[in-house]
């Protein structure tokens, strides 16, 4: 360790794991051939989906924005070849569930025609960084570590605590994954300066690189591209699992402990990782949005384990046709490592912004789990849990399903590392528990909200209602005072008079006979005494019912 390195800290349990990952770092980083179709779902990040643009038929150009943001935790989507729009609809995705989800699919037309102008930054230090935040935002950049937060969002933490210090994450601690370990080795320029941009933007005042010291030649790139500037620190940790944990490599590099329930900017930090760093640099100072990515292709199963440069949206099963395809015992295929990865279903799913793995795996290798027996509750999950929790707890409380009891012991600071799977005697699927009881409690939250926002929708129609009803009264209200009584005055009996005097206007003009004819017209009286006459020649009664005499 160089003897300018400052003391390195430590954090509780973790794993000393086999890091298997010699297959895939033997070649140096290929570049994959430009897919015929693409397939980019709506979703690739934390928040929410984004919005088609286009529709089928429509051409686009390479970097073209295709879907906009919607919301502020979101990030758009971009072209990532030139062609036409095939179809806008539900495909298949990587995610656990197997389940469909939106997706624009583009047929390329083999060109990788760029949409233009491009607008690069070569002088991005003079510029201020709310002027940067909002190019990384229109890049569609989001965390490449595993998370997908959008970076720009995660960039303007706001709030009452200052970012002191920017920590980037190069640990790389999973086994088998080896995409950020080639990075560093062969574009440790790229990640160099797109630390620097960082640190511009949320105005840090030091820069710590974290890099677990199994990786030697990735050190030694990132030294030589730091040179002799010292804006930078590149510190060498020792190797053990989950050491890349986002709060387990602050606490190993500051010695600073993030809060229960709490995130790093609330002790002054803030954590990106060096695959990041590496698009928000391109995203700046070249104008290129983030259409690819690194992904690692191994496994005893993969025919060539290596690591791949691939567009986004490339289908895995072009993608591995590409790399020398399987061997005959393949068995399963997980996205991500063996540690906190899931299988996936098929090999007919895209590449998206966070896949930087995919592992091929025969019998030997990964062996199915065996049948779960029952908790002994010998607690050698509690000893490696690097977030201090109590595993099996969870676990009783997650499988009785009272998730007010796991949100009681923490629920949500564990991190799925899988280290109390990883040693349970019993083989119970811990990690799978735990997401099942965060998964409920996050629908549970939201059948609330939207319970909550329907009883004040109601309480506002109620309040409406009310206000509408006092308004008419008063406007009724103000009507009767402005109407005046003929008389001249307010008073009441004055206003009953006049009414009855108008009744019996209209009774008498009803109901004349020609012993009232003051106030006829000769006509009417003429009328009058011509229908008395035909009555009497007729014999009928004279109205009311009296009989006359001749």
Same mark, same amino acid.
């Given at each position: 360790?160089?003897?300018?390195?400052?003391?390195?800290?430590?954090?509780?349990?973790?794993?000393?794991?086999?890091?298997?990952?010699e297959?895939?770092?033997?070649?140096?980083?290929?570049?994959?051939a430009?897919?015929?179709?693409?397939?980019?779902?709506?979703?690739?990040?934390?928040?929410?989906?984004?919005?088609?643009?286009?529709r089928?038929?429509?051409?686009v150009?390479?970097?073209?924005?295709?879907?906009?943001?919607?919301?502020?935790?979101?990030?758009?989507?971009?072209?990532?070849?030139?062609?036409?729009?095939?179809?806008i609809?539900?495909?298949?995705?990587?995610?656990?569930?197997?389940?469909?989800?939106?997706?624009?699919?583009?047929?390329?037309d083999?060109?990788?025609?760029?949409?233009?102008?491009?607008?690069?930054l070569?002088?991005?230090?003079?510029?201020?960084?709310?002027?940067?935040?909002?190019?990384?935002r229109?890049m569609?950049?989001?965390?490449?570590?595993?998370a997908?937060?959008?970076?720009?969002?995660?960039?303007?933490?706001?709030?009452?605590?200052?970012v002191?210090?920017?920590?980037?994450?190069g640990?790389?601690?999973?086994?088998?994954?080896?995409?950020d370990?080639?990075?560093?080795?062969?574009?440790?320029?790229?990640?160099?300066?797109?630390?620097?941009?960082?640190?511009?933007?949320?105005?840090?005042?030091?820069?710590?690189?974290?890099?677990?010291?199994?990786?030697?030649?990735?050190?030694?790139?990132?030294?030589?591209?730091?040179?002799?500037?010292?804006?930078?620190?590149?510190?060498?940790?020792?190797?053990?699992?989950?050491?890349?944990?986002?709060?387990?490599?602050?606490?190993?590099?500051?010695?600073?402990?993030?809060?229960?329930?709490?995130?790093?900017?609330?002790v002054?930090?803030?954590?990106?990782?060096?695959?990041?760093?590496?698009?928000?640099?391109?995203?700046?100072?070249?104008?290129?949005?983030?259409?690819?990515?690194?992904?690692?292709?191994?496994?005893?199963?993969?025919?060539?384990?290596?690591?791949?440069?691939?567009?986004?949206?490339?289908?895995?099963?072009?993608?591995?046709?590409?790399?020398?395809?399987?061997?005959?015992d393949v068995?399963?295929?997980?996205?991500?490592?063996?540690?906190?990865?899931?299988?996936?279903?098929?090999?007919?799913?895209?590449?998206?912004?966070?896949?930087?793995?995919?592992?091929?795996?025969?019998?030997?290798?990964?062996?199915?789990?065996?049948?779960?027996?029952? #908790? /002994?509750?010998c607690?050698? &999950?509690?000893? @490696? +849990? =690097?977030?201090q929790?109590?595993p099996? !707890?969870? *676990?009783?409380? %997650?499988?009785?399903?009272?998730?007010?009891?796991?949100?009681?012991?923490?629920?949500?600071? #564990? /991190?799925?590392?899988?280290? &109390?799977?990883? @040693? +349970? =005697?019993?083989?119970?699927?811990?990690? !799978?528990? *735990?997401?099942? %009881?965060?998964?409920?409690?996050?629908?549970?939250?939201?059948?609330?909200?939207?319970?909550?926002?329907?009883?004040?929708?109601?309480?506002?129609?109620?309040?409406?209602?009310?206000?509408?009803?006092?308004?008419?009264?008063?406007?009724?209200?103000?009507?009767?005072?402005?109407?005046?009584?003929?008389?001249?005055?307010?008073?009441?009996?004055?206003?009953?008079?006049?009414?009855?005097?108008?009744?019996?206007?209209?009774?008498?003009?009803?109901?004349?006979?020609?012993?009232?004819?003051?106030?006829?017209?000769?006509?009417?009286?003429?009328?009058?005494?011509?229908?008395?006459?035909?009555r009497?020649?007729?014999?009928?009664?004279?109205?009311?019912?009296?009989?006359?005499?001749?």
């Amino acid at each position: 360790m160089p003897e300018s390195q400052p003391r390195l800290h430590d954090f509780p349990g973790g794993l000393h794991l086999a890091p298997h990952k010699e297959a895939s770092t033997a070649q140096p980083l290929q570049t994959a051939a430009l897919p015929a179709r693409v397939v980019l779902p709506l979703q690739q990040h934390i928040g929410e989906a984004a919005v088609p643009l286009v529709r089928p038929g429509d051409r686009v150009l390479t970097g073209q924005v295709i879907a906009r943001s919607e919301g502020y935790v979101s990030a758009p989507v971009h072209a990532t070849v030139s062609g036409t729009v095939t179809a806008i609809a539900d495909q298949p995705v990587p995610h656990p569930s197997g389940l469909l989800a939106p997706c624009i699919v583009i047929e390329s037309d083999g060109r990788d025609q760029w949409f233009e102008p491009r607008r690069p930054l070569p002088d991005w230090q003079t510029l201020d960084p709310e002027r940067l935040r909002q190019r990384i935002r229109e890049m569609g950049i989001v965390g490449l570590g595993g998370a997908g937060f959008p970076s720009a969002v995660k960039m303007n933490p706001g709030g009452d605590h200052p970012v002191t210090t920017l920590v980037i994450n190069g640990a790389e601690c999973e086994p088998y994954i080896s995409c950020d370990d080639m990075l560093m080795r062969e574009r440790a320029a790229e990640v160099i300066e797109g630390c620097r941009i960082i640190r511009h933007v949320v105005q840090a005042e030091r820069c710590l690189i974290g890099i677990e010291d199994n990786k030697p030649q990735a050190i030694t790139a990132m030294r030589a591209a730091l040179g002799d500037a010292t804006d930078l620190e590149i510190l060498s940790i020792p190797t053990r699992y989950p050491t890349g944990g986002e709060k387990q490599l602050i606490r190993v590099l500051t010695g600073r402990e993030v809060p229960s329930n709490g995130l790093p900017v609330d002790v002054g930090v803030l954590c990106h990782n060096v695959g990041t760093a590496a698009a928000v640099y391109r995203a700046v100072r070249y104008h290129e949005p983030l259409i690819s990515r690194i992904v690692t292709l191994t496994g005893a199963a993969m025919a060539r384990p290596g690591n791949w440069a691939v567009r986004l949206g490339t289908l895995v099963s072009d993608l591995v046709a590409g790399a020398g395809g399987y061997t005959p015992d393949v068995d399963r295929l997980i996205m991500g490592g063996p540690m906190m990865g899931f299988a996936l279903a098929s090999d007919e799913v895209p590449i998206t912004k966070t896949l930087n793995c995919i592992l091929a795996a025969d019998r030997r290798e990964l062996p199915p789990p065996p049948q779960p027996l029952p #908790c /002994i509750r010998c607690t050698a &999950c509690v000893d @490696v +849990c =690097p977030a201090q929790l109590l595993p099996h !707890q969870l *676990y009783w409380y %997650a499988r009785a399903r009272d998730f007010d009891k796991t949100q009681d012991f923490h629920l949500f600071d #564990c /991190i799925e590392c899988g280290c &109390c799977s990883y @040693v +349970c =005697p019993s083989h119970i699927p811990l990690v !799978q528990y *735990y997401r099942f %009881a965060k998964t409920e409690i996050w629908h549970q939250e939201q059948e609330r909200r939207k319970a909550d926002l329907a009883r004040r929708r109601h309480e506002f129609r109620l309040a409406r209602l009310e206000r509408e009803k006092a308004e008419r009264a008063r406007r009724i209200r103000e009507r009767k005072k402005a109407v005046k009584p003929e008389t001249g005055g307010d008073d009441k009996q004055a206003v009953i008079q006049q009414a009855l005097e108008r009744a019996r206007a209209r009774k008498q003009a009803q109901g004349a006979t020609p012993r009232n004819t003051d106030n006829l017209t000769e006509a009417q009286q003429r009328q009058i005494e011509a229908a008395e006459a035909r009555r009497r020649a007729a014999g009928k009664p004279a109205p009311g019912g009296r009989n006359e005499p001749d």
